[in-house]
């Protein structure tokens, strides 16, 4: 494993305030917002103090039903090559479903959701995870995510499924505390237990971030500081094993400087503290296997002994620089066995499960059995509204345009309009829907949007035939 130290998340709109953080070992950058070949500045100026990127993708979709797209893992591999990464990251999600599969149109959630913890959908993502690890240049690791849904009949908890997916594959994890807060209030789902279930040896470095709760639902925002409970979390992690490396996560309503490294070094000293409490309660193993003995083999399968609770001395990172402790010893591992495809028709299970699931939550067709039709509510607003909100960043000039009424007027759009093209895209048929609406009605405003639409589609606004193909398209989907 790469020692990295505690991190900060980079994001461009806080990318002078990160460079000037004190004692900032790494960053994680999002893959998808960054080019290989025109790399920003701020990332170059930390590259060059000797700071580690990391890139982090967020749109393989390891955990659906199809193959990964060689395309994206093409990208981001040459991502990882052109900032010196010593490994890439992504999630264990689907983030599209339909097409071929199911013979259905294929739709995109715009977000990370849950993959059914069932032996159908641990065999699809082994695989689909030996697929990105023959492709990518670097290690993979892999990271929990929040979820505000719970899949029906599941087989396995949490700490069962990534345990498994690990000893199968020999993918390192990114283990996100506050993802394992967000299940603990959502789910019921008892972080401890996660924990005491993990490899722990197969950790490459732990995600902390914020969020908020609202009538008993917690949002897994990144705009919010982190709170006490998630704290909690990462020192009940860090006594058990010390991580190679602890990143600070923040997407939105970002904080002056000061406040981020105070965050910061909240961090440093829950990292710290959690770990003397671990080497006082239980000691230094000698000559066991863990973190050191995975970075000699880093596709190795773990052993029985990593997936013990294990504090790791010599070699682990906290604070910035390296942890004392006794000298660890590495046993060889077996390299993991080859993963068989699927069997029984697991993909073609998956895909439709997934698929029904995805378009009740973008599409409006009926919740699947099984499913809190509460909480898929709550799903559908969450993703609804972190739809509008990445059209507003990526088109500005329409909240510009319609004022207090863009948000409404974009939730109603897209309650039964399912994104199809990307964000930029889905900005485009808003528009041309206004406009096909007759909306708005202020005669400057429609005259602003017209003009905008025309600008960037190259085209007039669609003709009757074109707007009752359209219709139809959408009807077909519903149903």
Excluded at 267 to 278: E, H, K, L
Excluded at 393 to 420: D, N, Q, W
Aim: net charge neutral; proline share 9%.
């Amino acid at each position: 494993m790469t020692e990295l130290g505690i991190g900060m998340g980079w994001r461009p709109e806080i990318a002078e305030a990160v460079e000037a953080l004190p004692d900032i070992d790494w960053v994680e950058v999002v893959a998808e917002n960054i080019c290989a070949d025109h790399l920003p500045d701020s990332l170059m100026r930390l590259r060059g103090r000797g700071v580690t990127v990391v890139p982090h993708g967020v749109s393989l979709g390891l955990g659906g039903a199809d193959r990964p797209d060689p395309a994206r893992l093409a990208a981001l591999g040459e991502k990882a090559v052109a900032l010196g990464a010593p490994l890439v990251t992504e999630h264990i999600a689907f983030v599209r479903a339909g097409g071929p599969l199911t013979a259905t149109p294929l739709l995109e959630a715009g977000h990370l959701l849950p993959v059914p913890r069932t032996r159908d959908a641990l065999d699809v993502l082994c695989e689909n995870v030996r697929i990105a690890q023959d492709a990518l240049p670097v290690p993979l690791a892999l990271e929990n995510i929040a979820a505000l849904v719970s899949w029906p009949d599941e087989e396995l908890t949490e700490g069962q499924f990534l345990t498994e997916l690990v000893e199968r594959t020999g993918v390192q994890l990114l283990v996100d505390v506050a993802n394992l807060h967000t299940n603990r209030v959502n789910r019921g789902e008892d972080p401890a237990r996660t924990l005491s279930e993990l490899p722990v040896g197969a950790i490459a470095y732990v995600h902390v971030a914020g969020g908020v709760e609202r009538d008993g639902v917690w949002h897994d925002t990144h705009a919010h500081p982190v709170p006490g409970a998630v704290l909690d979390v990462l020192a009940d992690l860090v006594s058990r094993v010390a991580p190679p490396g602890v990143l600070l996560e923040r997407d939105e309503d970002f904080p002056a400087a000061e406040e981020l490294a105070g965050e910061l070094e909240a961090i440093r000293a829950t990292v710290t503290a959690g770990t003397r409490s671990g080497r006082a309660s239980r000691g230094v193993r000698r000559g066991a296997p863990g973190v050191a003995g995975a970075a000699r083999h880093p596709g190795a399968r773990p052993s029985a002994a990593d997936r013990t609770p294990l504090l790791i001395g010599a070699g682990a990172r906290v604070s910035g620089g390296s942890m004392p402790g006794a000298q660890v010893v590495p046993a060889p591992a077996p390299a993991p066995a080859p993963v068989p495809a699927p069997q029984g028709g697991a993909r073609q299970r998956l895909a439709v499960a997934q698929a029904a699931l995805l378009s009740a939550l973008v599409a409006g067709t009926p919740v699947p059995e099984g499913f809190d039709t509460r909480r898929v509510g709550v799903q559908i607003r969450a993703l609804a509204a972190k739809r509008a909100g990445v059209v507003a960043k990526v088109a500005p000039e329409l909240p510009e345009i319609l004022g207090t009424g863009f948000r409404p007027a974009f939730l109603a759009y897209a309650r039964s309009r399912p994104m199809e093209g990307g964000y930029r895209r889905d900005a485009l048929d808003f528009a041309a829907h206004l406009l096909l609406t007759g909306l708005p009605e202020d005669p400057t405003a429609r005259r602003l949007l017209t003009e905008w639409w025309q600008d960037r589609s190259g085209n007039r606004p669609p003709g009757r035939a074109t707007r009752l193909v359209r219709a139809a398209r959408h009807a077909l989907a519903r149903r």
